[in-house]
């Protein structure tokens, strides 16, 4: 059964670095493009960031350009974010997904709180 199940959320405060990592079953994870996603407090489910398939190309949502980095590990299938400068509205629960996004694929996300 194809699954996602994301993991490295907590508490953190203003200015502070996250690390976030997804580990995706082979069905999804291998020649697929994959994304972050997060959902802050009340809001709709949100684009963050994505990478090709070979790791080169890369998109972020200008919310996060410059502070966040998406990677991947292939041979582990693994997707990583890297979150710097964290401000308060970066809380909320991330999801990784392949993309465009598929709702078979959403797991349980990890949640991040930035506190000022």
């Known amino acids: 059964q194809a699954q996602v199940a994301e993991s490295g959320g907590g508490p953190v405060h203003t200015g502070g670095s996250l690390t976030l990592s997804c580990v995706a079953s082979?069905?999804?994870?291998?020649?697929?493009?994959m994304g972050w996603f997060r959902q802050p407090p009340g809001k709709e489910r949100e684009f963050v960031a994505v990478i090709g398939e070979s790791g080169e190309r890369k998109f972020y949502a200008d919310s996060v350009k410059g502070r966040f980095t998406i990677s991947r590990d292939n041979a582990k299938r693994t997707v990583s974010l890297q979150m710097n400068s964290l401000k308060p509205e970066d809380t909320a629960v991330y999801y990784c997904?392949?993309?465009?996004?598929?709702?078979?694929?959403w797991g349980q996300g990890t949640q991040v709180t930035v506190s000022s």
């Open positions: 997904n392949i993309n465009p996004p598929a709702a078979r694929y």
């Open positions: 082979s069905d999804i994870f291998d020649y697929t493009v």
